[in-house]
């Protein structure tokens, strides 16, 4: 039976990009209960304690504990942050055959569970593993979100804003396709504020596109800059994934870069890829076909080729 006013949360993988969730989810009081499970059953208990010390100053009371599968059944969302995670000179399609094996054990166990809400996915190859769970859940495709590009995407406008010195949050922008290194900037719908990027490259002969140029690149490449100064990363993709939990649980509507199952969107289908879509209560409510120009179309397309030839040796 649905509780009243109790939302819960289940993050399965209490590791660096888990437990970064888990802090901005309490400092952000999204949530009435948070739960957490990792293989490393001490190491959950420990953060739960840790977590837990801090709850006096987070801005709404929050239950957090160290539980088991059992406790999805009457969860809203479960957020799974499970696996092992890229090192020095992997790309994040080497981890697949590892993560995928993870994630057909942790599902079956949360849907052993009862559960009937909505799993968020950041595990890599992210875009691959949100279709493994899909296909071994078995839920609508709705109630499966993988964080795709979102991460990128504020890098992405973190560097526009730099560049233009503009506030990030006015810097209209998104990368879509692979979380990974086939994905691509959307340069026909960047605005910064109001003004179309074209415009502010035509006006101001200060700003050049081989700038822009180079701030994709270090978008795209910035998971391997930082992994190289500190083996992880785990702050960027925690907030991302706290700002989809917001977008579920307070039914925003908000339009997000999320990995999306596509059905004849952008011509191509049984795929899930990185794309905007506007997420509620329900899930993606609607995956937005926005329009491309020949070479974004050519570029999304490689994007799907590759993760598709990828996806066959586990499927
Ligand atoms: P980590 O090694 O710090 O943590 C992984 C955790 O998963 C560990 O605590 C481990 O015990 C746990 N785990 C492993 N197998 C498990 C199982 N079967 N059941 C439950 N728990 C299990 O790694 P991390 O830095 O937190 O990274 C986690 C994942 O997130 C990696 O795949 C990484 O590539 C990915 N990641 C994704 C993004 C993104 O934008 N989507 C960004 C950064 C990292």
């Known amino acids: 039976m649905k509780r009243q006013n109790v939302n819960r949360v289940v993050l399965v993988g209490t590791g660096a990009v888990g437990c970064s969730y888990a802090y901005s989810f309490i400092n952000q009081g999204i949530a009435e ?3 957490l499970i990792d293989v490393n059953e001490k190491r959950a ?3 739960a304690m840790d977590l837990s010390h801090g709850i006096p100053f987070a801005p709404s009371p929050v239950n957090v504990w160290s539980g088991t599968y059992a406790d999805c059944g009457k969860a809203e969302l479960v957020v799974i942050t499970a696996g092992v995670a890229q090192k020095p000179g992997e790309t994040r399609l080497d981890l697949l055959a590892k993560n995928a094996k993870i994630f057909k054990d942790i599902i079956k166990q949360v ?4 559960f009937d809400g909505i799993f ?3 595990t890599n190859p992210v875009d691959i593993l949100t279709y493994v769970t899909w296909k071994e859940s078995g839920l609508p ?3 499966v979100i993988g964080s795709g590009t979102t991460l990128d995407s504020a890098r992405f406008r973190y560097l526009l804003g730099q560049y233009f010195h503009v506030d990030s949050r006015n810097v209209h922008a998104a990368i879509i396709g692979e979380h990974g290194d086939t994905e691509l900037p959307v340069w026909s719908r960047t605005s910064i504020g109001l003004d179309s990027i074209n415009s502010l490259l035509a006006k101001n002969s200060n700003y050049s596109q081989q700038d822009l140029d180079e701030i994709f690149i270090n978008v795209r490449d910035a998971a391997y800059h930082v992994i190289e100064r500190k083996g992880a ?3 960027g993709i925690g907030m991302s994934l ?8 307070r039914n925003e509507n908000s339009v997000l870069p999320v990995s999306v ?4 969107e952008y011509g191509h289908n049984d795929v899930f890829i990185g794309a905007p879509a506007i997420i509620n209560r329900s899930g993606i409510r609607e995956v937005r076909e926005i329009e491309l120009n020949s070479k974004e179309k050519e570029q999304f397309d490689h994007s799907v080729t590759l993760l598709k030839e990828a996806m066959s040796s586990v499927l």
């Open 233 to 235: 990363t785990y702050y």
């Open 111 to 114: 849907m052993d569970s009862g």
């Open 261 to 264: 199952y596509l059905d004849g």
């Open 141 to 143: 495709k709705e109630r």
């Open 33 to 35: 209960e948070l739960v």
């Open 120 to 122: 968020l996915i950041a």
């Open 45 to 47: 208990e420990g953060e």
């Open 242 to 249: 706290v700002r989809i939990t917001n977008a579920i649980l």
